[in-house]
């Protein structure tokens, strides 16, 4: 059987093609990854160098399967032994990197500080290696030294592979004009003028611009939560006096303001007066922020969060609020974005599951316009922080809306590398908008 194969068969080839072109398109990944600066786009080649490689890791494992059931063909004729000897060496190594080079990353996202997961070309759960991301801090550290040298290492093997693979087949095919090529493009004549020599270049080519080309696809960013109505002129009255002057001109005054005057009377006074009125946040409420990374927008919410209102606009010394927020439950519409956000390099949920907002100051600053100064606790850190924000009270129902600024660098959101202000800024917008009914 050995004797009578003219070349590979058609498996062989197929699956040897497909890794020649990921191999290719996941080297410039891999450059563009180095030199881009940190942000979405850089976070993304990434995930989907992830994929690239282990696709090649499985397609390698099925080709050496392949092989070891169906005899490659045999060398060419009077081929030098030398030749032989290196044509081997060569095909081992290509072995060892296309399993090595997958594996050795692998140790890499397994040992990661930040447990990023891995979801093939952003679908395909993919877990970490056991046992690695369970590690005490040292040997987790050490087999993550492992993985980065084993990697370089292997990656400069990697070129020194392909310069002598590809400097072989031209010269089978130039020089000494065997079938070696055909091998792996059936019907392949030798010389330079074999147009299936020439598709392969061309292959090589397009593989090499589209791993340059390649931009990943932006995700659409959360739409923004509707701007709420221009606040109207307070002309309802504020107090029980008020109330009652109003109950007393109702008569004598327009049709317009009468009816003004009706609806206040029929009004809740709770809603107007000195005590102030407890709230429930309704469905639809929205807690939400917005980062810069890389110059690049992030926009995110909190899904899971609660409110505690005591708050009256004539009752402002004695309002209060409370808003605890479940870290964990963070949504910036990319899942594996996610997943990194609660560890101990950002929000640590596992420490500190909540953050709290408490205010009990609360100042009026223009009509239906009001500022809480209070206290916020994120990470174990309390730092004072002011929101301000719009109100607007229709009878049982009040909207507001507010948006601040944090720095989330002393809050200490963002350790290690990601500490540095150079790709994530330090500034984050934190805004609501909120509906909310009298309880």
Same mark, same amino acid.
Do not use: C
């Given at each position: 059987?050995?004797?009578?194969?003219?070349?590979?068969?058609?498996?062989?080839?197929?699956?040897?093609?497909? %890794? =020649?072109?990921? !191999?290719?398109?996941?080297?410039? &990944?891999? @450059? /563009?990854?180095?030199?881009? #600066?940190?942000?979405?786009?850089?976070?993304?080649?990434?995930?989907?160098?992830?994929?690239?490689? %282990? =696709?090649?890791? !499985?397609?390698?494992?099925?080709? &050496?399967? @392949? /092989?070891?059931?169906?005899? #490659?063909?045999?060398?060419?004729?009077?081929?030098?032994?030398?030749?032989?000897?290196?044509?081997?060496?060569?095909?081992?190594?290509?072995?060892?990197?296309?399993?090595?080079?997958?594996?050795?990353?692998?140790?890499?996202?397994?040992?990661?500080?930040?447990?990023?997961?891995?979801?093939?070309?952003?679908?395909?759960?993919?877990?970490?290696?056991?046992?690695?991301?369970?590690?005490?801090?040292?040997?987790?550290?050490?087999?993550?030294?492992?993985?980065?040298?084993?990697?370089?290492?292997?990656?400069?093997?990697?070129?020194?592979?392909?310069?002598?693979?590809?400097?072989?087949?031209?010269?089978?095919?130039?020089?000494?004009?065997?079938?070696?090529?055909?091998?792996?493009a059936p019907g392949a004549r030798p010389g330079w003028k074999e147009p299936r020599a020439w598709l392969a270049a061309a292959g090589l080519a397009a593989v090499i611009a589209a791993g340059y080309l390649y931009m990943p696809a932006a995700k659409a960013k959360p739409a923004a939560p509707p701007a709420p109505a221009a606040d109207e002129e307070a002309q309802l009255p504020r107090t029980q006096e008020d109330l009652e002057k109003f109950k007393g001109v109702a008569g004598t005054v327009s049709k317009e303001t009468s009816e003004a005057f009706v609806k206040a009377a029929e009004t809740p006074a709770a809603v107007y007066f000195k005590d102030p009125v407890h709230?429930?946040?309704?469905?639809?409420?929205?807690?939400?922020?917005?980062?810069?990374?890389?110059?690049?927008?992030?926009?995110?919410?909190?899904?899971?969060?609660?409110?505690?209102?005591?708050?009256?606009?004539?009752?402002?010394?004695?309002?209060?609020?409370?808003?605890?927020?479940?870290?964990?439950?963070?949504?910036?519409?990319?899942?594996?974005?996610?997943?990194?956000?609660?560890?101990?390099?950002?929000?640590?949920?596992?420490?500190?599951?909540?953050?709290?907002?408490?205010?009990?100051?609360?100042?009026?600053?223009?009509?239906?316009?009001?500022?809480?100064?209070?206290?916020?606790?994120?990470?174990?850190?309390?730092?004072?922080?002011?929101?301000?924000?719009?109100?607007?009270?229709?009878?049982?129902?009040?909207?507001?809306?507010?948006?601040?600024?944090?720095?989330?660098?002393?809050?200490?959101?963002?350790?290690?590398?990601?500490?540095?202000?150079?790709?994530?800024?330090?500034?984050?917008?934190?805004?609501?908008?909120?509906?909310?009914?009298?309880?």
């Open positions: 059987m050995a004797a009578s194969r003219t070349r590979y068969t058609t498996v062989a080839i197929v699956i040897h093609w497909l %890794i =020649a072109a990921a !191999l290719i398109f996941q080297i410039i &990944l891999g @450059w /563009r990854m180095g030199d881009g #600066p940190k942000g979405p786009t850089t976070y993304a080649l990434f995930q989907l160098h992830k994929s690239i490689g %282990i =696709a090649i890791l !499985l397609l390698s494992l099925a080709r &050496l399967a @392949w /092989r070891l059931f169906n005899t #490659p063909p045999a060398a060419p004729e009077g081929q030098p032994k030398w030749e032989q000897v290196a044509s081997k060496v060569v095909h081992v190594g290509f072995y060892v990197i296309m399993i090595g080079l997958p594996l050795t990353g692998w140790i890499l996202v397994s040992t990661s500080r930040v447990p990023i997961p891995t979801l093939l070309f952003g679908t395909i759960p993919w877990p970490h290696i056991p046992g690695l991301p369970e590690l005490a801090a040292g040997p987790k550290h050490l087999w993550h030294e492992i993985g980065e040298l084993g990697h370089g290492v292997l990656v400069k093997v990697t070129y020194l592979l392909l310069i002598l693979h590809l400097g072989a087949v031209a010269k089978h095919q130039i020089l000494d004009k065997d079938e070696v090529f055909a091998n792996m709230w429930t946040v309704q469905k639809g409420s929205t807690l939400g922020f917005s980062a810069t990374w890389s110059e690049n927008a992030i926009e995110g919410r909190f899904k899971t969060w609660t409110a505690d209102i005591l708050f009256s606009p004539e009752a402002l010394d004695r309002s209060k609020l409370t808003v605890a927020i479940d870290t964990a439950s963070v949504d910036t519409g990319d899942a594996q974005r996610d997943q990194s956000l609660p560890s101990g390099d950002f929000f640590d949920t596992a420490e500190h599951p909540k953050a709290t907002f408490t205010a009990t100051k609360f100042r009026k600053t223009g009509e239906g316009k009001f500022v809480a100064d209070g206290t916020l606790d994120l990470r174990g850190v309390k730092k004072p922080l002011s929101l301000p924000f719009t109100l607007k009270i229709d009878g049982d129902t009040a909207t507001a809306r507010g948006v601040t600024t944090l720095d989330r660098t002393t809050f200490g959101v963002g350790q290690g590398e990601w500490a540095s202000t150079d790709e994530i800024a330090a500034k984050v917008k934190v805004s609501f908008n909120l509906t909310a009914k009298r309880k």
